[in-house]
Antibody
Framework: QITLKESGPTLVKPTQTLTLTCTFS??????????VGWIRQPPGKALEWLAL???????RYCPSLKSRLTITKDTSKNQVVLTVTNTDPVDTATYYC?????????????WGQGTLVTVSS | QSALTQPAAVSGSPGQSITISCAGT?????????VSWYQQHPGKAPKLIIY???QRPSGVSDRFSDSKSGNTASLTISGLQPEDEGDYYC??????????FGGGTRLTVL
């Protein structure tokens, strides 16, 4: 059974760096074809794809946010970390991490429960 | 990359069929058969319901189907049921090897 869980601060001040951790089980990020992505959703608004890291450390970022995002993995800890620099109130959102596997198609079949982050002074 | 375009809201009565469109460009929806659809209920994480042209994860009803024509993908829900009410999102893989979501569609079952 695949599970993912997001963790991090619930409140961040503007301009600070937000660091979120996705801790997962049921798969290994060293398995070829496996990836973990981050998606966010501002309150009452649409989903936004942010970033993805693959088993081979290949990284993909949302073009409009690329300069502010960094995604890394710690395979031994079964964790993926997303950092968002220079935060702004518009970054207030529920942040989700999600699993994908190339052999299962282009979708993200498993998601964490999400963590709400508020950016406010 | 710009968000894919979905209608803000659709509605239907139980038993009816509805279709939600997802319009993109030749760099995303039109580039590959890599569009997937998610259902989201209030306060819950999105759930994958269909991907890559009529591929359904185990346990997802065959009342859900999708299609694609050019740069537009569509999700059809047949035999509408009250539990189908919620938000639906499309997402497409892009020619830049990234993903882009649609703006979401609120489905109301009358």
């Amino acid at each position: 059974q695949i599970t993912l869980k997001e963790s991090g601060p619930t409140l961040v001040k503007p301009t600070q760096t937000l660091t979120l951790t996705c801790t997962f089980s049921g798969f290994s990020l060293s398995t070829p074809g496996v990836g973990v992505g981050w998606i966010r959703q501002p309150p009452g608004k649409a989903l936004e794809w942010l970033a993805l890291i693959y088993w081979n450390d290949d990284k993909r970022y949302c073009p409009s946010l690329k300069s502010r995002l960094t995604i890394t993995k710690d395979t031994s800890k079964n964790q993926v970390v997303l950092t968002v620099t220079n935060t702004d109130p518009v970054d207030t959102a529920t942040y989700y991490c999600a699993y994908r596997r190339e052999s299962l198609g282009s979708g993200y079949p498993d998601w964490g429960q999400g963590t709400l982050v508020t950016v406010s002074s | 990359q710009s968000a894919l375009t979905q209608p803000a809201a659709v509605s239907g009565s139980p038993g009816q069929s509805i279709t939600i469109s997802c319009a993109g460009t030749s760099s995303d929806v039109g580039a590959y058969n890599y569009v997937s659809w998610y259902q989201q209920h209030p306060g819950k994480a999105p759930k994958l319901i269909i991907y890559d042209v009529n591929q359904r994860p185990s346990g997802v009803s065959d009342r859900f189907s999708d299609s694609k024509s050019g740069n537009t993908a569509s999700l059809t829900i047949s035999g509408l049921q009250p539990e189908d009410e919620g938000d639906y999102y499309c997402i497409s893989y892009t020619s830049s090897s990234t993903w882009v979501f649609g703006g979401g569609t609120r489905l109301t079952v009358l």
